[in-house]
């Protein structure tokens, strides 16, 4: 499978609200609601924020939410913080028992 | 629940790699999948390969012929071998627990390999 695409920049300013999308096939993004997304300050590790197209763990905040429709998957950040400048990937299973991820985006809080 | 990557941060052409993620605040017979994911430099993220706690694997089928991941019960932890190196593998590797099919639950902060004379 090939990587899940999204963009490799995005920014807003603290308070406004910001979309990143992640692309993929009737294979993976497409097929299942087994779409995760994660929050990777450099240097530490990675954090899970959403799995399963929409749904939160314990802990993170109600200003990251997500969808899906058809191939394509999103991440919505509501009320901006500085402290969300980070790089946030998507990852999905997909039909060949395997796992494929985003190529990552960088988000700047101006 | 607490990984932590460890490993040689050069290993030469031709050689294998091997590293290790050691557990802790949770055991290697928990229901999950132990994962490991690499990062080139300026790229996007490759998962590599999982083992199940009863030593059941599932690999990159672009990495299967050279990767082998083990069990280590009594140390609790797991480990990856990637034979063959190039200066293509040359990336940050991360370890993670999974709960597959659903996501990547808890990761560990990674540890870079550099394949290089």
């Known amino acids: 499978q090939s990587a899940l695409t999204q963009p490799a920049s995005v920014s807003g300013s603290p308070g406004q609200s910001i979309t990143i999308s992640c692309t993929g096939t009737?294979?993976?993004?497409?097929?299942?609601?087994?779409v995760s997304w994660y929050q990777h300050h450099p240097g530490e590790a990675p954090k899970l924020l959403i799995y399963?197209?929409?749904y939160r763990p314990s802990g993170v905040s109600h200003r990251f939410s997500a969808s899906k429709s058809g191939n394509t998957a999103s991440l919505t950040i509501s009320g901006l913080q500085p402290e969300d400048e980070a790089n946030y990937f998507c990852?999905?299973?997909?039909?060949?028992?395997?796992?494929?991820f985003g190529g990552g985006t960088q988000l700047t809080v101006l | 629940v607490q990984l932590q990557a460890s490993g040689p941060g050069l290993v030469k052409p031709s050689e294998t790699l091997s590293l290790t993620c050691a557990i802790s605040?949770?055991?290697?017979?928990?229901?999950?999948?132990w994962s490991w994911v690499r990062q080139p430099p300026g790229k996007g993220l490759e998962w590599i390969g999982e083992?199940?706690?009863?030593?059941?694997?599932n690999y990159n089928p672009s990495l299967k012929s050279r990767v082998t991941t083990s069990l280590d019960t009594p140390r609790n932890s797991f480990s990856l071998q990637l034979a063959s190196v190039t200066a293509a593998d040359t990336a940050m590797y991360f370890c993670?627990?999974?709960?597959?099919?659903?996501?990547?639950?808890?990761w560990g902060r990674g540890t870079l390999v550099t394949v290089s004379s």
């Open positions: 993670a627990k999974a709960i597959t099919p659903d996501a990547f639950k808890i």
């Open positions: 009737s294979a993976d993004v497409g097929r299942y609601k087994y």
């Open positions: 399963n197209v929409n």
């Open positions: 083992i199940y706690r009863d030593g059941t694997t």
């Open positions: 605040g949770g055991s290697i017979s928990d229901d999950n999948w």
């Open positions: 990852s999905s299973y997909t039909t060949r028992s395997t796992w494929v």
